[in-house]
């Protein structure tokens, strides 16, 4: 098909999905096209890529510094950010509150820019990374952060998966390209195949909550929003293929399987099968990413018997840390004199310029302590998503989802970093759990004991025999989790 015909097929198919996935009975603020559009830069090439005004191709020294224009951009969202944010005191003050592990990761990461060797880029790095926290509180504070989280992988994935999918079939020159060892790889609106099965990854485990939300629930107008919704599931499936990112695939198959579990009846009624479930997984995914070379499970995923170079890597930055306890400080590892020890020992992989590995990236910029705040995250995160289970079977199952995904996809990728989307979306489920499972029970219309329709709401009573709203919300997303309207930004 011609480029330019295929472009006019792709648009008017994108406006079909938009038109199909409608559903005019969820509100949310205008601020959450903030998030939108900042992960649609995250999870795409930097603004000034599009803009031909940058190169994929920087020195070091240009990549540290960063492009003057995205530094404007990535401000402009901020700063809009924080004003929205300024205007929710009363919400942002209880979020915070829920999640202060998050907190004590950033406060560390900011006090970490002491010891770096190069404090000043170290501190423009860490303001950039408090742009993720305030994006995850815009969408955590909205009045439903629910139907929040649903509107922001819908409106990023149909236009980031339709759009990569047309990229790497129509034009080349765009969606695909080569590796450092010159290997061909699809990259789609992405630079990188790792980008593009991680940005995948995230929206389609998004995806696959949102059709089974459909699927499971009786609703007006189902027909054409199953369509519309398994439609785009299919877009990300085609765009995982494609990436061949390993990781990536193993991830979502098991983040999948937890998201399509919590919808079996028998876990539904057992709260605490969640638990088995959680375990079951980890074990098969710790199976899957730690097994030797005899493993058939490893070379099915591509993989060598030294993680494709990984373990090399490993050995060759573990020594070279400056500080076992801090580390090198925030996102300062891979700059400096370091660097020619590091690559003396990897003449082969000269081009890495990160661990392939989030706990041990952890370790080399923040020390042990980073890595144990990270794990508290993980832990904040599985708690957050446990409690928000117990309310909200959908909704917990997939928050937990993205838990455990980040756990096992930051073995062999570096997935603890600043503006990461496996990263900021274990964060944002971290954040949306509490609000669900605590904010929401405070703020609740008295309840009555219920069995019939309203009990099967998802998101306002969670599953099986319940305590159920006297009135009930709406019953694929839920109209007001917290009493507080939103403001528009």
Known sequence: MNPTIASVVFAAGIGLLIYLDRDRS???????????????????????????????NLTVA?????????????????????????????????????NWPILLFFGYCLCSVLWSDFPAIAFKRWIKAVSELVMVLVIATESDPVAAF?????RVAVLLMPCSVLFIRYFGTLGRGYDPDGMAMNVGVTT????????TLVLALGCVWRFMMTWTHRQRNR????????????????????AQSATSIACFALGAIII?????????????AIHWLTGTVLICGSLIVLLGSSSLVIHALGRKSNFTGRTLIWEA?????????????????????????????????????????GYIEAYLNLGCVGVA????????????????????????????????????????????????????????????SYEVAFVAARKAAPIVNSVGPAARNPISTGWGVHHARVSSPHPMIGRSLNSDSNKSA
Request: net charge positive; charged share 15%.
């Open 373 to 432: 705040l990270i794990v508290g995250i993980l832990l904040h995160g599985y708690a957050g998503a446990v409690a928000a289970f117990r309310r909200n079977g959908a909704f917990g199952g997939m928050a937990l989802a993205y838990v455990i995904s980040a756990a096992i996809y930051s073995v062999t990728e570096a997935g603890f970093r600043m503006l990461d989307p496996i990263w900021v979306f274990l964060l944002l489920a971290g954040a949306i």
């Open 317 to 357: 930055v573990i020594p070279v840390v400056p500080n076992a306890l801090l580390g090198a400080g925030f996102e300062s590892f891979w700059l400096g004199p370091r660097l020619a020890e590091v690559y003396s020992h990897l003449s082969k992989y000269m081009h890495v310029n990160e661990a392939h590995n």
């Open 150 to 154: 649903d509107r922001l992988i819908f």
């Open 192 to 199: 990188n195949k790792n980008t593009l099965g991680v940005i």
């Open 26 to 56: 969820l509100r949310t603020s205008p601020a959450l096209w903030l998030p939108v559009l900042w992960l649609l830069i995250i999870g795409s090439r930097p603004v000034s890529v599009w803009l031909g005004a940058s190169s994929d």
């Open 260 to 272: 399509a579990s919590t919808f079996i009846p028998a876990v539904k009624r057992k709260k605490s």
């Open 223 to 242: 027909g054409r929003m199953l369509v519309a919704r398994g439609t785009l599931l299919l877009f990300c499936v085609a765009v995982l293929r494609m």
């Open 62 to 98: 240009e990549s540290a510094e960063g492009s003057p224009l995205d530094a404007a951009v990535f401000a402009a969202l901020g700063v809009v950010g924080v004003v929205v944010l300024l205007r929710r005191s009363r919400r942002i003050r209880a979020c915070l509150k829920a």
